[in-house]
Antibody, heavy 121, light 107 residues
Framework: QVQLVEYGGGVVQPGRSLRLSCAASGFTFSTYAMHWVRQAPGKGLEWVAG????????YYADSVKGRFTLSRDIPKNTLYLQMKSLRAEDTAVYYC??????????????WGQGTLVTVSS | EIVLTQSPGTLSLSPGERATLSCRAS???????LAWYQQRPGQAPRLLIYGVSTRATGIPDRFSGSGSGTDFTLTISRLGPEDFAMYYCQQYGRSPLFGPGTKVDIK
């Protein structure tokens, strides 16, 4: 069965960096686009970034553009989110999500359980 | 920039009742690019509906979606105990956008 396991969250000071990882299993990782979606405590869902099946196309929300970088390692079946210049408003649970197709349609049919990132001094 | 509004904010119903959730977009949603997700407390979201009315794999037929243009509806025909949760509509594409959500709670 499809499994997405996020890790790398934690407490980080404002202005610092953090890298999140998402280990995928149970499906052919190279044939699906992937995304990160976040949810601030007690708030709604916010799409963060998406990457096509082969990594050739990447898209970012305006709120993270220029600070976050999305990548994928197909042989390792792993999705990454490199986050720089973190701000308090980046505090959230970050979910890894699989797209339903190879390109970034933006429909998320499988989700991980999330990893919490807290930006605080 | 498109804005999604969901109403009501909270819907208080009893098990077995019918739930009707609304999602309104500030602009036309192109290519029927509208989805619905359910999120139970402490859990990740789950895809229910995409393409306005197509149920995702494994979603029971008591969930149905309808609408066009700027007005969309998620209907749960008979609420089961596991259906009391938060529901988000989403306009998808290159920059997906979620609505603020409707909470369905037990009356």
């Amino acid at each position: 069965q499809v499994q997405l396991v996020e890790y790398g969250g934690g407490v980080v000071q404002p202005g610092r960096s953090l890298r999140l990882s998402c280990a995928a299993s149970g499906f052919t990782f190279s044939t699906y686009a992937m995304h990160w979606v976040r949810q601030a405590p007690g708030k709604g869902l916010e799409w963060v970034a998406g990457i096509s099946h082969d990594g050739s196309d990447k898209y970012y929300a305006d709120s993270v553009k220029g600070r976050f970088t999305l990548s994928r390692d197909i042989p390792k079946n792993t999705l990454y989110l490199q986050m720089k210049s973190l701000r308090a408003e980046d505090t959230a649970v970050y979910y890894c999500a699989r797209d339903i197709v190879t390109v970034t349609s933006g429909v998320f049919d499988h989700w991980g359980q999330g990893t919490l990132v807290t930006v605080s001094s | 920039e498109i804005v999604l509004t969901q109403s009501p904010g909270t819907l208080s119903l009893s098990p077995g009742e019918r739930a009707t959730l609304s999602c309104r977009a500030s602009q036309n949603v192109s290519s029927r690019s509208l989805a619905w997700y359910q999120q139970r407390p402490g859990q990740a979201p789950r895809l229910l509906i995409y393409g306005v009315s197509t149920r995702a794999t494994g979603i029971p037929d008591r969930f149905s979606g309808s609408g066009s243009g700027t007005d969309f509806t998620l209907t749960i025909s008979r609420l089961g105990p596991e259906d009391f949760a938060m529901y988000y509509c989403q306009q998808y594409g290159r920059s997906p956008l979620f609505g603020p959500g409707t909470k369905v709670d037990i009356k």
